[in-house]
């Protein structure tokens, strides 16, 4: 493992939830956490900033997490992003698997430490 710190952006409209990930990744020391709860906004940052990771929603009023997936790989084909949802339809989750998705987590989230190891998992890959 290095100790390089990675730049990830959450982007969720549940505060509660951003908070709680933005205070746990931030405190293993190894994640600098961003978090956005409007994915129109969340748009805008990310064409500024780079960032090593993603952790997006699904559902959130604004925008649906989908399309925000798509306009985040128009621009940034590279970037790595892991979905977050608590309405997992297969159809969903392989849409997202197309439109360029690495993975996906569940809500309500088993264990921050499992979140943790697949966000490491996945930066790693």
Do not use: R, W
């Amino acid at each position: 493992m290095s100790d390089k710190i990675y730049d990830i952006a959450i982007i969720d409209d549940e505060t509660e939830i951003l908070s709680m990930l933005q205070k746990f990744l931030t405190k293993t020391g190894k994640y600098k956490v961003s978090t956005f709860s409007n994915p129109v906004v969340a748009l805008n940052s990310i064409e500024k900033d780079k960032f090593d990771l993603i952790l997006l929603d699904i559902m959130m009023p604004q925008m649906d997490g989908l399309e925000a997936l798509e306009k985040i790989m128009e621009k940034s084909p590279s970037q790595k992003v892991c979905m977050i949802t608590a309405y997992s339809t297969l159809d969903k989750v392989l849409k997202s698997h197309k439109e360029g998705a690495i993975n996906y987590v569940m809500k309500p989230f088993s264990s921050l430490q499992a979140l943790d190891s697949k966000i490491q998992k996945i930066l790693n890959s």
